[in-house]
């Protein structure tokens, strides 16, 4: 997708490990976010950053932290994976309300 | 809570026909209603978005209408097409909420040939 990649994007990793997912854009967009997308549930917003250092919570943030050092990436962290957390992960730009552009996902299975 | 309900789930469709999608939400204070695609492996795209001062909009075959008072909004797909077939999200924003989206629950769409 154009000015977003994610990695990795296909991960596998044990119950209570951390595991940190990247978000790396080029378009040099203000907002970054993170949605986890899961069977039945649509998209549901983890957490989102409107500019470096300044994050705040989405309505499923528990478990999960994020970062943000530099307009271009945007990290979120399981401190400590859990199974509930196999999901396909979505990073998401914007710039304004017109609309996102997704990335390509991460899918992640916690064993 | 659940802020944009989104039906119906799953939809099949001969090519050719019409599909329709609606979605209702609850909340008066969203100022953009998009609508996203996605394919199997792949992220939502933009597909088309409409604003609540207009009651329609309409893009090729898609078509979004918008009934403020009803707070509802829906997806027409005109000559449904088999490469059409894909999962349709309708989403809202506004409020001051940083541009936050969120979603309905999806609708997977079925286009036989």
């Known amino acids: 997708d154009a000015g977003i990649t994610q990695s990795p994007r296909h991960k596998v990793t044990e119950t209570g490990t951390p595991v940190t997912l990247r978000c790396h854009q080029t378009e040099n967009h203000r907002y970054m976010y993170w949605y986890r997308q899961d069977p039945g549930h649509g998209l549901r917003l983890i957490h989102y950053?409107?500019?470096?250092?300044?994050?705040d919570k989405g309505e499923v943030s528990d478990g999960y932290s994020v970062s943000r050092s530099k307009t271009e990436d945007f990290l979120l962290t399981l401190e400590s994976a859990t199974s509930s957390q196999t999901s396909v992960y979505f990073c998401?730009?914007?710039?304004?309300?017109?609309?996102?552009?997704f990335g390509s996902g991460t899918r992640l299975t916690v064993v | 809570q659940q802020q944009v309900k989104q039906s119906p789930q799953s939809l099949i469709v001969q090519k050719g026909g019409i599909s329709i999608i609606n979605c209702a939400y609850e909340n008066t204070a969203f100022d953009y209603f998009p609508w996203y695609q996605q394919f199997p492996g792949k992220g939502p795209a933009l597909l088309i978005a409409?604003?609540?001062?207009?009651s329609e909009k309409k893009e090729g075959r898609f078509t979004i209408s918008f009934n403020k008072s009803a707070k509802q909004f829906s997806l027409h797909i005109m000559d449904s097409q088999p490469g059409d077939s894909a999962t349709y999200f309708c989403?809202?924003?506004?409020?001051?909420?940083?541009?936050?989206?969120?979603f309905g629950k999806g609708t997977l769409l079925t286009v036989n040939p």
């Open positions: 950053s409107y500019g470096v250092k300044d994050t």
């Open positions: 989403a809202l924003t506004g409020g001051g909420s940083n541009y936050k989206l969120t």
């Open positions: 409409i604003r609540p001062d207009v």
């Open positions: 998401a730009i914007s710039e304004s309300d017109y609309g996102y552009t």
